[in-house]
Structure formats: C-alpha cells, structure tokens
C-alpha cells in the first residue's frame, strides 16, 4: 500500500489542486460526477485557486484548457501562495 504524505501547506494545495484538476476533466469527458454536489464540487474548489472561473464543469474545463492550465504543473505554488496572501516579491 502507498501513504501519502503531506508535510507542508505547499503540498496540500498541490494535492488539491491536482486532484480537482483531474476530476473535472473526468466529470466533463465521463459525464458522472465525481463530488456530492451538497458537500462541494471540483468547480467550487478549483474556484477558490482560479478567480473568474466559470460555474459550469464544461465552461470551467475548457476555460482552464484555453488557459494552459493543464499543460504547466508549475504554476501551482504561485496560486497556493496567492491563495494564502503570500508574497515572494523581494
């Protein structure tokens, strides 16, 4: 069996934020979805890293695709950091 281990605010929000990103793109091609909608959803939480985005899986998927989204996996320590109110301006 694999543990996962989450040390520091950096990899939780990396984890999330990974998982979110492939559950939505998992509830758009499949149809299903993946999160009780009374409890949360990937658009919600994906909301919450991505200011603007749009509401519906579809419109929030093919905006984050337009957007490189899922062709940069750097970009996620700037938008935990941002989400934190971190500044890494020197």
């Known amino acids: 069996m694999t543990t996962i281990r ?3 605010d950096y990899d ?3 984890f999330q934020i990974k998982m ?6 998992s509830e758009v091609k499949s ?11 990937t658009v919600r939480t994906l909301a ?15 905006q984050l695709v337009e957007a490189g989204v899922y ?3 750097g970009v996620f320590n700037t938008l935990i950091d941002k989400k934190n109110g971190v500044s890494n301006d020197k």
């Not at 919450?48 to 093919?62: D, E, I, N, Q, V």
């Open 6 to 8: 989450l040390n520091n």
């Open 71 to 73: 062709a940069h996996d």
């Open 48 to 62: 919450r890293y991505f200011p603007g985005l749009k509401k519906t899986r579809k419109g929030a998927y093919k």
């Open 20 to 25: 979110a990103l492939m559950y939505l793109a």
């Open 31 to 41: 149809g299903m979805i993946m999160c009780h909608p009374s409890k949360g959803t």
């Open 12 to 14: 939780r929000g990396n």
